[in-house]
């Protein structure tokens, strides 16, 4: 792990790559952490089914805060996929 980073979120590729980009779109450097693995095999990822971690610098933290507290938020309903038939 990054020393002066912190993890502020885990879970799936898909959720962690999305978190990445709302807080880098608001100034936020983020890092994901097992990565690669969450997409080969995320079976095996440590932390759980295709555990990927959000890190954001010990520095950001207090911003970072508000924008993971409401995607959380906004994904915990998330459990079966949103799909819609396209004609």
């Known amino acids: 792990m990054h020393e ?15 978190l990445k980009c709302l807080l880098e779109g608001a100034g936020i450097h983020a890092v994901l952490e097992d990565e690669y693995i969450g997409m080969i095999a995320p079976y095996v990822s440590p932390g759980g089914a295709g555990a990927v971690k959000v890190l954001v610098a010990n520095s950001d933290m207090d911003q970072a805060r508000s924008i993971v507290e409401d995607f959380s938020r906004q994904t915990a309903g998330t459990k079966k996929p949103n799909l819609r038939l396209v004609k």
């Open 4 to 18: 002066d980073f912190s993890v502020v979120y885990s879970g799936t590729i898909v959720h962690a790559d999305l």
